[in-house]
């Protein structure tokens, strides 16, 4: 696929010329990341044609990823076939598709306006594909809502991201992890980042976040961002595009609770019924001296109003 701008999925230095001349590559990593502990089962391994992305259990028989690893200019629908696609779930080493844990994905939904480089408007908008596993598994998954990011984040809050990537930054000499590997970002805000972006498009689909470790690029495409809440992980998006530490710029990642709507229809129409989009209420002050019980009876309009600037201040 021709990729114009640096994905998230790129490396230190890449120029965009580099990737516009390129028909098919997919280079997922993490550079500067730590090897991750073996408590994300959902973490997908997603070979897409000749390609590696990431991806995330979402539900028993569902798997989100980014529809740049899906996508085809020459297929009729713009996006592989389902033979083409397997996942491996919970392998905590880097695999291949020959695995015998890999299993066969029986459909392929690639979001409808997913806007690719070639093509003209904002590119890598709408930046996912949902994949129906044909075997459904038994792994809990991360929660998923809407609205996810501006509820769960004030603008420098911290998120984790986890791949299988590439873990240097030289291309001629690609290392690859042997271990699932997991990098720190901080949520970036969006008006700061549309101008480290001038030449390109920040929509509300997308969001951003910088590396915290200096000099450390993080990514995985498609593979899943988020954060932890009590015993729960939260989704909050995609590895997209952008470069992360490598060129001091923000990484940009697929919301996935502005898609989160598309998502559940998708699965209800294909006769799941399974995925939700739960709103989940974040914390909040007491207040001062307010009772329990007045608190009780203020509560959802409390949550309103401390979510509601926390959404002017990131979109």
């Given at each position: 696929?021709?990729?114009?701008?640096?994905?998230?999925?790129?490396l230190?230095?890449?120029?965009?010329?580099?990737?516009?001349?390129?028909?098919?590559?997919?280079t997922?990593?993490?550079?500067?990341?730590?090897?991750?502990?073996?408590?994300?089962?959902?973490?997908?391994?997603?070979?897409?044609?000749?390609?590696r992305?990431g991806?995330?259990?979402?539900?028993?028989?569902?798997?989100?990823?980014?529809?740049?690893?899906?996508?085809?200019?020459?297929?009729?629908?713009?996006?592989?076939?389902?033979?083409?696609?397997k996942v491996?779930?919970g392998?905590?080493?880097?695999?291949n598709?020959?695995?015998?844990?890999?299993v066969?994905?029986s459909?392929?939904?690639?979001?409808?306006?997913?806007?690719?480089p070639?093509?003209?408007?904002?590119?890598?908008?709408?930046?996912?594909?949902l994949?129906?596993?044909a075997?459904?598994?038994?792994?809990?998954?991360?929660?998923?809502?809407?609205?996810?990011?501006?509820?769960a984040?004030?603008?420098?809050?911290?998120?984790s991201?986890?791949?299988?990537?590439?873990?240097?930054s030289?291309?001629?000499?690609p290392?690859?992890?042997?271990?699932?590997?997991?990098g720190?970002?901080?949520?970036?805000?969006?008006?700061?980042?549309?101008?480290?972006?001038?030449?390109?498009?920040?929509?509300?689909?997308?969001?951003?976040?910088?590396?915290?470790?200096?000099?450390?690029?993080?990514?995985?495409?498609?593979?899943?961002?988020?954060?932890?809440e009590?015993?729960?992980?939260?989704?909050?998006?995609?590895?997209?595009w952008?470069?992360?530490?490598?060129?001091n710029?923000?990484?940009?990642?697929?919301?996935?609770?502005?898609?989160?709507?598309?998502?559940?229809?998708?699965a209800?129409?294909?006769g799941?019924?399974?995925?939700?989009?739960?709103?989940?209420?974040?914390?909040?002050?007491s207040?001062?001296?307010?009772?329990?019980?007045?608190?009780?009876?203020?509560?959802?309009?409390?949550?309103?109003?401390?979510?509601?600037?926390?959404?002017?201040?990131?979109?």
């Amino acid at each position: 696929m021709n990729l114009r701008m640096w994905l998230l999925a790129i490396l230190c230095g890449y120029s965009f010329s580099s990737f516009a001349s390129s028909n098919t590559e997919i280079t997922p990593f993490i550079v500067g990341g730590n090897d991750a502990s073996q408590n994300y089962p959902w973490m997908a391994q997603v070979f897409v044609g000749s390609q590696r992305c990431g991806g995330v259990l979402i539900g028993e028989s569902w798997v989100l990823t980014a529809a740049h690893c899906t996508y085809d200019v020459n297929a009729d629908e713009k996006h592989l076939a389902p033979s083409q696609v397997k996942v491996v779930l919970g392998v905590y080493e880097m695999v291949n598709s020959s695995h015998a844990g890999a299993v066969a994905v029986s459909e392929v939904y690639q979001h409808p306006n997913y806007v690719s480089p070639s093509s003209s408007g904002a590119a890598f908008d709408y930046d996912v594909s949902l994949l129906r596993l044909a075997t459904p598994q038994t792994i809990t998954p991360p929660l998923i809502n809407a609205s996810q990011v501006t509820d769960a984040l004030n603008s420098g809050g911290f998120m984790s991201v986890i791949g299988f990537g590439r873990v240097n930054s030289d291309p001629s000499t690609p290392e690859y992890p042997e271990v699932l590997q997991q990098g720190n970002l901080s949520l970036y805000d969006t008006s700061s980042c549309a101008s480290r972006w001038s030449n390109s498009t920040i929509t509300e689909r997308m969001f951003c976040a910088y590396g915290t470790d200096q000099d450390a690029c993080s990514g995985d495409s498609g593979g899943p961002v988020f954060v932890r809440e009590g015993s729960d992980y939260r989704l909050l998006g995609l590895v997209s595009w952008g470069s992360i530490g490598c060129q001091n710029r923000p990484g940009v990642y697929a919301d996935v609770g502005k898609v989160c709507t598309w998502v559940t229809d998708t699965a209800s129409l294909a006769g799941d019924n399974s995925l939700q989009c739960n709103q989940t209420q974040p914390a909040v002050s007491s207040g001062g001296g307010a009772s329990f019980w007045l608190l009780l009876m203020v509560f959802p309009l409390a949550m309103i109003r401390y979510r509601f600037p926390r959404h002017l201040l990131l979109r």
